[in-house]
């Protein structure tokens, strides 16, 4: 092949040609192949950089932790006196060891909000939320020939409010006063009394009566006695089982150390003041400390943003129910209870459920729970961690709802550990999913008004068994993918047969039911839905 002499190219480069042409095409796709290649290397070291940097501070974070919590060192001992050092080591050292360390920071959602691309999803769902709404108005000045802005299921879920208020009310004036009261009486008599043992079971026993009829059958015979509607039953529920809560933590932090200061001279007590305890009832979370880091000022605009959000989100689930659910179980078929009705129901109450889903987490745990510790100055906002991006359904009860994990792990699974000599560990998860599951079922049943234990099913069921079969050791992206089919899943049966049992209640109604009446589903057996 005849080959012409070297040219310069337009970029002062000299090139062979060939027959007249210019041989750059080799030339060219080097150049993009180190271009991709360098486009690669740089998505490799970014991703590497940000792994890096995350191990550091959690490391970073972990080691301070440990030094908190470490005795200190004899080093100290000309400034310290024996009697000091112990007591800065125990004081350190006891929360280290056996409950949660609190640190400031900030919750997720509010870091990745500041990211553009994060934040076209919250746009996507108020863009979705537009939609439901003029959906609605649309069909409501079809049907009615005018536009219907009453809010009726609003109104509904919500009714006997100021009954709610005054309840409430009395639980938490008794919250505050029995529980505190209690425990320096006890205190007192424990530390100087010569028969500490007598003193422990009489105000122990006085303190499980409070617990169960104070806050436990009270509030409930209220709302049963009453008939509130759901929304005025799951506050004044959710309220009691908080307080409870809280009531438990506050006795299991601050007894060991009446304990220890009758068997340890040298050790000097400080027993919780009124201030302290009035301030973990408001605080959101359930472990109590006296002291939680704060935050050195309160930003009114995030709070009222806050509860602006808690408000759209009630609106959401409105219009949710009210274009989703309400029209498809109000049109169900007038037939028994069969099997593809039952599939037909669920795969259509997969998008709502969802949705109530979404909606639920982010009211509460985001939106409420950010809203009060912003107002308190609370530091610690990891209400939650990243759970949507979960690969085991362990890792998803960890993290969703990290206030009542927490709880569960320390006064629960630990516990149950503690007194077990830290042996059957299965056994320890296996009654934290039971308690977990009864008291779920339990505020389900008395704010909806039956007993249907889907939840309870699912959670001691299909919970317990994909918690080992989707364990931590799962990873990568289809497991990921699995989580989430199975979470959409669960949430369609909950959304379908709560439903369907709750109108069959309503269609069905027994006028002398017997108890066997009352545990036995009416949607099996309702014709009239």
Known sequence: MPVSPERDGPDGTRHLTTNGKVEVEQIISKKLQLKRRAEHLKLDLMKELDSQVSEFMDGLIEESVSLESA?????????LSEKERNKLSRSLGSAQNHGKVFAIRRSILDELFEVNHIRTIYHMFIALLVLFIFSTLVVDFIDEGRLVLDFDLLVYAFGQFPLVVSTWMCMF??????????????????????????????????FLLYQVYGLGILPTSVVLKNGLPPASCFIIIMEQVRLMMKAHSFVRENVPKVVASRNDKNYSLILPHFSQYLYFLFAPTLIYRDNYPRN????????????????????????????????????????????????????????????VLFLAFFAFLHCWLNAFAEMLRFGDRMFYKDWWNSTSFANYYRTWNVVVHDWLYY????????MTGKRFRTGAMLFVFTVSAVVHEYILAICFGFFYPVLFCLFMCFGMMFNFILHDQRKGPIWNIIMWTALFLGQGVLICLYSQEWYAQRY?????PSFLDLLKPRSWTCHQI
């Open 508 to 512: 069905c109604p027994l006028d002398e």
């Open 411 to 418: 006064y629960v699974y630990k516990d149950y550990l503690l």
């Open 296 to 355: 050195p000022h309160i930003r009114w605009g995030y709070v009222g943003t806050k509860f602006s959000q808690v408000l759209g989100c009630l609106f959401y689930a409105y219009y949710v129910f009210v274009r989703l659910c309400i029209p498809q179980f109000r049109s169900i078929s007038m037939q028994l209870f069969d099997l593809r009705a039952m599939v037909l129901c669920v795969f259509n109450s997969i998008l709502p459920g969802a949705l």
């Open 71 to 79: 005795p200190v060192p004899a080093a100290f001992s000309p400034l």
């Open 173 to 206: 004036l008794s919250m505050l006063v029995v529980p505190f009261a209690l425990f320096h009486v006890w205190a007192g008599h424990y530390t100087s009394s010569g028969h500490p043992i007598v003193w422990s079971v009489l105000v122990g026993s006085v």
